[in-house]
């Protein structure tokens, strides 16, 4: 059936920690290398100063911090640091105060994995650090901030615990790569009173450069010795300045969310800027199961187990076969811009403490955060060949409505609901925002409600 309304309410609240954005302008915390180059540990590192290769074996003690701390200032620019088999400790805020580790320079840091075990373990991390908004913030295991270094930073074979607000958190660089990592034990902020901001990967900023790669990573959150947090999830990418954006072949396992890429290169637009984007960029994010229950907590309740929107100067987002759950509150997907592919996805959705999700795919409408536009619309783009099942609770496919003088006005996309998304049981199949034009919709399209003018849109 075809219904008509004239405007569809609807009240979002964001899931992004806004506390972040004035990280990324924070001066220099920690400081440079520790007085004197020579070895301060040779029984537990191999290599001096200037090598282009170093070997660390763990103590399991709070030296480990600075054996690392100190390797990675040591080593020369793109070199490597082999973390050897054992636990490297971090600090975990009762035996030892946590520590952050910085990365000012592009490094390989690989540790020990043999088949599906990982044998090379950082535990603990994430040091308070001032300042912030609302008071102190965990900043990490590790915190990269190059200077006057292009090559890349790649993390690979480690398997990280215990950490505490994030894994990494990137504030400038030329590259990131982080492949084959394990992420287990997530741990809260002590302080109850603050909001609890779990995200193991989070790049922020415009000196975020270079390409983003996460791959072949096992990613187990949710293990929380107390609340929820209150926002959680793999990796986000907000308002940093990459490349080519790769989320391809992890498994992530969560209560939140899972992939967050929210308004990359936005603040590298104008021709005056001299880093302005020349070369082609693509978002891929593909071949991840994802299996994410809505639990936020009450100040960041939106939940989606995938979310992208408002990315600017890409010229393709591809999102295939994910294997996606979704349980109790939330959606499946968020989506808004421009160029994006969405196909070969199959979406689960379950119930969760007497909750069904609230609908499967949001597209658009999306408020300003921190002050930018996140995505009021989606345009010239593909979605076909995706599979639904389960039940959700209102929604399939919902055009927001636009907000804050942002309208929703998607328009050029081809989008073929199929035969399953009808089967989620919703109270509307689709949904069809005020400003909407040459739109075309196939599939089975059971209940629509269609707020655009008569004949904008066809289906």
């Given at each position: 059936m075809r219904n008509r309304v004239v405007s569809v309410a609807?009240?979002?609240?964001?899931?992004?920690?806004?506390?972040?954005?004035?990280?990324?302008?924070?001066?220099?915390?920690?400081?440079?290398?520790?007085?004197?180059?020579?070895?301060?540990?040779?029984?537990?590192?191999?290599?001096?100063?200037?090598?282009?290769?170093?070997?660390?074996?763990?103590?399991?003690?709070?030296?480990?911090h600075r054996n690392v701390q100190w390797a990675l200032n040591h080593t020369a620019p793109g070199g490597t640091v082999r973390l050897g088999a054992g636990t490297f400790f971090?600090?975990?805020?009762?035996?030892?105060?946590?520590?952050?580790?910085?990365?000012?320079?592009?490094?390989?840091?690989?540790?020990v994995k043999e088949g599906a075990i990982w044998r090379t373990i950082v535990r603990g991390g994430g040091e308070v650090l001032e300042p912030g908004v609302g008071g102190a913030l965990e900043g990490g295991t590790f915190r990269i901030q190059l200077k006057d270094d292009n090559h890349a930073v790649i993390l690979e074979n480690l398997w990280f615990r215990h950490w505490s607000c994030e894994v990494v958190f990137i504030l400038a660089s030329h590259g990131f790569e982080f492949r084959r990592c394990r992420i287990t034990d997530p741990v809260n902020a002590a302080d109850p009173s603050r909001i609890r901001f779990v995200h193991a990967l989070?790049?922020?900023?415009?000196?975020?450069?270079?390409?983003?790669?996460?791959?072949?990573?096992?990613?187990?959150?949710?293990?929380?010795?107390?609340?929820?947090?209150?926002?959680?999830?793999?990796?986000?990418?907000?308002?940093?300045?990459?490349?080519?954006?790769?989320?391809i072949n992890n498994t992530i396992i969560g209560t939140d969310e899972a992939i967050e890429i929210l308004m990359n290169r936005y603040g590298n637009t104008g021709p005056g800027d001299p880093a302005a984007a020349q070369t082609p960029a693509e978002i891929v994010v593909?071949?991840?199961?994802?299996?994410?229950?809505?639990?936020?907590?009450?100040?960041?309740?939106?939940?989606?187990?995938?979310?992208?929107?408002?990315?600017?100067?890409?010229?393709?987002?591809?999102?295939?076969?994910?294997?996606?759950?979704?349980?109790?509150?939330?959606?499946?997907?968020?989506?808004?811009?421009?160029?994006?592919h969405i196909t070969g996805n199959t979406f689960r959705f379950e119930e969760h403490q007497q909750k069904l999700s609230r609908g499967a795919v949001t597209i658009g409408g999306y408020p300003l955060l921190a002050g930018k536009a996140m995505g009021s619309?989606?345009?010239?783009?593909?979605?076909?060949?995706?599979?639904?099942?389960?039940?959700?609770?209102?929604?399939?496919?919902?055009?927001?409505?636009?907000?804050?003088?942002?309208?929703n006005a998607s328009r050029g996309n081809r989008i073929d609901l199929g035969k399953s998304l009808v089967t989620l049981g919703a109270k509307t199949t689709l949904t069809l925002s005020q400003q909407m034009t040459d739109n075309v919709f196939s599939g089975d399209l059971d209940r629509i409600i269609d707020n655009a003018n008569d004949g904008a849109n066809k289906y």
């Open positions: 609807y009240l979002w609240t964001a899931s992004l920690a806004l506390v972040f954005l004035t990280l990324s302008s924070m001066s220099p915390i920690a400081a440079e290398s520790p007085p004197g180059q020579e070895n301060p540990d040779p029984a537990h590192i191999t290599g001096a100063s200037g090598d282009a290769a170093m070997i660390l074996t763990p103590r399991n003690d709070i030296e480990d971090m600090g975990d805020g009762e035996t030892a105060p946590r520590k952050t580790a910085w990365i000012r320079r592009g490094l390989k840091v690989v540790g989070w790049t922020q900023g415009n000196d975020a450069r270079g390409d983003f790669i996460a791959e072949d990573n096992l990613v187990e959150m949710g293990q929380y010795d107390g609340p929820l947090a209150e926002d959680e999830q793999f990796m986000g990418i907000f308002t940093a300045n990459h490349d080519n954006i790769r989320i593909a071949n991840n199961r994802i299996d994410v229950t809505g639990t936020p907590g009450p100040r960041w309740g939106g939940s989606w187990a995938i979310l992208i929107c408002g990315n600017l100067n890409v010229d393709r987002v591809l999102i295939k076969d994910n294997d996606v759950t979704k349980r109790g509150k939330g959606w499946g997907m968020g989506l808004s811009g421009a160029n994006m619309s989606l345009t010239n783009s593909v979605i076909k060949d995706n599979t639904f099942q389960g039940r959700v609770g209102e929604h399939g496919l919902f055009f927001m409505p636009g907000g804050q003088g942002f309208a």
